[in-house]
């Protein structure tokens, strides 16, 4: 995942935008010591590429590094550094928080991950871009990591056709008309709609969509949709979307779709992570 300089810079600076107030006034940062991040909780570690930058933007030097996607180990240390007591404060609280954050998000999205492929080893899980403005580039590395894709980086990227785009045309008919224009401009595109109803799901396909996500559709009546859809064209994606949680993930994986889209991973209670601090007497 990309991070610019200018992003690096950007964290240490909203956390320190001027001075570090407390260990100025204790005089302790010239001093010398060590910070080690460690995890009080199982899990899958992320994040610590984006610490080991801001060490370097610090002037710490790494000494323990383990890359994200390693099992933690409650209680071993999972990346840190020396330097002066200073630096080492202000990357502290910038570092803890992206590995607490980026861990917990993670850890959801394998354990989500393994209980699918439980059921159906190819299903893939995808994430929507209903994250935090800022944060879209570590969740995204959060949920890779974890084993999931993004379903969508933005509006740039694919064809997806909203209710909220239908509105304006007057009825399914027109709209339907436009997915035949689009399916010309755009012929590299896969183009997808958005919908709870299987008699519009096969409207659209008719009309040239690629695929249809069934929206709200709970599991137990997701697989007649799709035998329905089907029916009407057999190599029609179709992506389950609205609701899908990791703790009904599995009942879904059931229903015959191409992919589960999900927000839930987003949600995930960071990890214990835990920073300590080490003097080193200048001897």
């Given amino acids: 995942m990309f991070f610019s300089e200018a992003t690096i810079d950007g964290w240490i600076q909203e956390d320190t935008p001027y001075v570090d107030l407390t260990t100025e006034l ?3 940062g010239d001093q010398h010591g060590r910070i080690e991040y ?3 909780e199982e899990g899958i ?3 610590t590429e984006e610490v080991r930058r801001i060490f370097n933007k610090l002037d710490i030097q790494t000494d323990v590094f383990h890359p994200s996607g390693s099992r933690l180990i409650p ?3 999972v990346i840190s550094g020396t330097g002066s007591a ?5 990357a502290w609280k910038v570092g803890q928080n992206l590995l607490d954050r980026c861990s917990g998000i993670a850890t959801q999205t394998f354990h989500t991950v393994q209980a699918v492929h439980a059921i159906r080893p190819d299903l893939p899980i995808l994430t929507t871009r209903k994250i935090v403005p800022g944060a879209k580039a570590l969740f995204t590395k959060a949920i890779i990591t974890g084993g999931a894709l993004p379903h969508r980086m933005g509006l740039s990227e694919t064809v997806l056709i909203f209710p909220q785009h239908m509105v304006f045309f007057d009825g399914p008919e027109k709209l339907s008309d436009q997915i035949r224009k689009i399916r010309h401009k755009a012929c590299e595109k896969t183009l997808l709609v958005e919908t709870e109803s299987v008699e519009a799901a096969v409207q659209f ?3 040239g969509a690629d695929g249809v996500q069934l929206d709200k559709i709970r599991a137990e009546k997701l697989s007649e949709a799709v035998k329905a859809i089907r029916s009407e064209k057999e190599d029609a994606i179709i992506l389950a979307a609205g609701g899908i949680t990791p703790e009904n993930a599995e009942h879904y994986a059931r229903t015959g779709v191409d992919g589960l889209v999900t927000t839930s991973m987003y ?3 960071p990890l214990d992570m835990s920073a300590r601090m080490i003097r080193i007497k200048e001897s």
């Fill in 45 to 47: 570690l992320c994040g």
């Fill in 86 to 90: 200073k630096n080492l404060h202000m």
């Fill in 75 to 77: 209680g071993e240390v």
């Fill in 38 to 40: 460690f995890s009080r």
């Fill in 26 to 28: 204790l005089e302790i």
């Fill in 205 to 207: 396909l008719r009309a």
């Fill in 267 to 269: 949600l995930a209670n």
